[in-house]
């Protein structure tokens, strides 16, 4: 069956970077657009970035462009979420999904990332 599994989060200081990673397995994973979502506390579920299936076409929130970078390994079956310069309201959980504008796979645990000084 699917199964992602988010991992690198922590608590940073403002400023400071994280790089998330999101193993996943039990279906095509070079098939598919790989996303990032973040939910913070009382707050819906949003899109962070998405990556094309062969890694070509990338989009962010515009609350993060310039600061997080997607990327993918389709050896490893990995999505992978760079961020930098982080801020307070990146305060969130992170999770990693199949598609491009949508979720089309069962959600993983997710990943907490905390700023805070």
């Excluded at 009382?42 to 462009?65: F, M, N, Q, T, W």
Aim: glycine fraction near 10%.
């Amino acid at each position: 069956q699917v199964q992602l599994v988010e991992s690198g989060g922590g608590l940073v200081q403002p400023g400071g970077s994280l790089r998330l990673s999101c193993a996943a397995s039990g279906f095509t994973f070079s098939s598919y657009a790989m996303s990032w979502y973040r939910q913070a506390p009382r707050k819906e579920r949003e899109l962070v970035a998405v990556i094309s299936a062969p890694g070509v076409h990338i989009k962010y929130a515009d609350s993060v462009k310039g600061r997080f970078t997607i990327s993918r390994d389709n050896i490893k079956n990995t999505v992978y979420l760079q961020m930098n310069r982080l801020k307070v309201e990146d305060t969130a959980v992170y999770y990693c999904n199949g598609g491009w504008q949508e979720p089309m796979l069962s959600w993983g645990q997710g990943t907490q990332v905390t700023v805070s000084s």
